[in-house]
């Protein structure tokens, strides 16, 4: 059975951090792509970040977030970590990861296999 589940969110104040985890089972993990996405009440789910598989040496980053969260892989605990500092309460939502059998990274929802039930995050002033 394959797995995805996100850990980490909860609330934090502006300009502070969190470290979201994707710990997944079921496949093999380093053949695929990993993406974070996220959903904010009324919107509709965007891309966050993505890596590839194999060594994950290939990240893509929204506008939104470069600078200030990175996407990374440990492919000894199948697990992908998005690391978001200086939080705006823009970054609010409910936070989900996904995997693609593309390996190479990419931003069509449409390739991702596989999705968590997600993480919330929430950002106060």
């Known amino acids: 059975e394959v797995q995805l589940v996100e850990s980490g969110g909860g609330l934090v104040q502006a300009g502070g951090s969190l470290r979201l985890s994707c710990t997944t089972s079921?496949?093999?993990?380093?053949?695929?792509?990993i993406g974070w996405f996220r959903q904010a009440p009324g919107k509709e789910r965007e891309i966050v970040a993505a890596?590839?598989?194999?060594?994950?040496?290939?990240?893509y980053y929204a506008d939104s977030v470069k600078g200030r969260f990175t996407i990374s892989r440990d492919n000894a605990k199948n697990t992908v970590y998005l690391q978001m500092n200086s939080l705006k309460l823009e970054d609010t939502a409910v936070y989900y990861c996904?995997?693609?059998?593309?390996?190479?990274?990419?931003?069509?929802?449409?390739?991702?296999?596989?999705w968590g039930k997600g993480t919330l995050v929430t950002v106060s002033s």
């Open positions: 996904a995997a693609s059998s593309t390996r190479f990274w990419t931003i069509d929802l449409s390739k991702y296999n596989f």
């Open positions: 890596i590839s598989g194999n060594t994950g040496g290939n990240t």
């Open positions: 079921g496949f093999t993990f380093e053949d695929y792509a």
